[in-house]
C-alpha cells in the first residue's frame, strides 16, 4: 500500500480538506508534493538518532500514535505537535517553508494552505509509523522495522515511485536515491532540489 492510499483509507486527505478548505483532490495533490521531504527527514533523522531504535524513541517522544490521532479526530488539529516533528526532522522554519513553496510550484495548491498542511502530514505520517513500530517490535534491530527494506523504505519507495529500483531496492537503493552527493545526509539534496542548498 502506498502512502497516499493509506492517507486516504484512514481518513486522512479528507481531514486535511475538510481543515483547510481545500477540495479531497486538491488535499490528495498537496500532501503526495510534500511527503519526499517529511520521509526524507525522517531517514536522515534516523540516520544521525542512532537508527531505528533512535527513530522510534523519537517518535514515542514526540507524540507516539496519538499524533495521528490528533489529525484524524473532529477537533481542530494541534498542530503545534506537528511543528515539533517538523523542528526534530528538519531542524530550521527555513526548511519548511522551502518545502511548502516547491510543493506549490508542482500542485498549484496555495502556499499558505500547504505551510498549514506539512505538520499535519508529517503528524499523520509519525503518527502512522511510531503505531507499526511498536507494533512490530521496531526497537530491536533484527527484521524490517521502520528503516531500509522495512517501514521507512517501504513508505519512501512508494512515493517515489519505481525510480532506481523502488521500494525493492533496500536501505542503499533508498537511501541513494535522496542522498544524490553521496554524504549520508538526504535533507541537504532535498534542500539542494528547492534551491536551499546549505
Known amino acids: 500500500m502506498n502512502v497516499q492510499d493509506l492517507l486516504k483509507q484512514a481518513g486522512g486527505i479528507g481531514t486535511?480538506?475538510?481543515?483547510?478548505?481545500?477540495?479531497?483532490?486538491?488535499?490528495a495533490s498537496g500532501a503526495e508534493a510534500l511527503l519526499p521531504a517529511i520521509l526524507g527527514g525522517?531517514?536522515?533523522?534516523?540516520a544521525t538518532s542512532g537508527g531505528?531504535?533512535?527513530?522510534?524513541?523519537l517518535l514515542q517522544s514526540l507524540g507516539g500514535g496519538a499524533l495521528a490521532d490528533?489529525?484524524?479526530?473532529?477537533?481542530?488539529?494541534?498542530v503545534d505537535q506537528g511543528n515539533n516533528v517538523l523542528g526534530a526532522i528538519f531542524g530550521s522554519k527555513d526548511v519548511s517553508r522551502a518545502?511548502?513553496?516547491d510543493a506549490a510550484k508542482k500542485t498549484?495548491?496555495?502556499?499558505?494552505a500547504l505551510k498549514k498542511m506539512l505538520p499535519m502530514v508529517a503528524m499523520l505520517v509519525a503518527g502512522f509509523m511510531a503505531k507499526k513500530g511498536a507494533s512490530s517490535g521496531a526497537s530491536k534491530p533484527a527484521g524490517g522495522g521502520l528503516l531500509g527494506g522495512g517501514m521507512l523504505g517501504g513508505l519512501l519507495g512508494s512515493v517515489l515511485g519505481g525510480k532506481k529500483g523502488g521500494a525493492s531496492g533496500g536501505a542503499g537503493g533508498l537511501l541513494s536515491m535522496l542522498d544524490a552527493d553521496g554524504d549520508g545526509n538526504p535533507l541537504d539534496d532535498i534542500l539542494g532540489m528547492l534551491g536551499k542548498k546549505k
Request: hydrophobic share 40%; no cysteine.
Open 42 to 46: 525522517l531517514k536522515k533523522t534516523a
Open 52 to 57: 531505528e531504535s533512535g527513530l522510534g524513541s
Open 108 to 112: 498549484g495548491v496555495d502556499v499558505s
Open 99 to 101: 518545502v511548502a513553496a
Open 70 to 78: 490528533a489529525v484524524l479526530s473532529k477537533s481542530p488539529t494541534p
Open 16 to 27: 486535511l480538506a475538510k481543515e483547510l478548505g481545500l477540495n479531497p483532490a486538491q488535499a
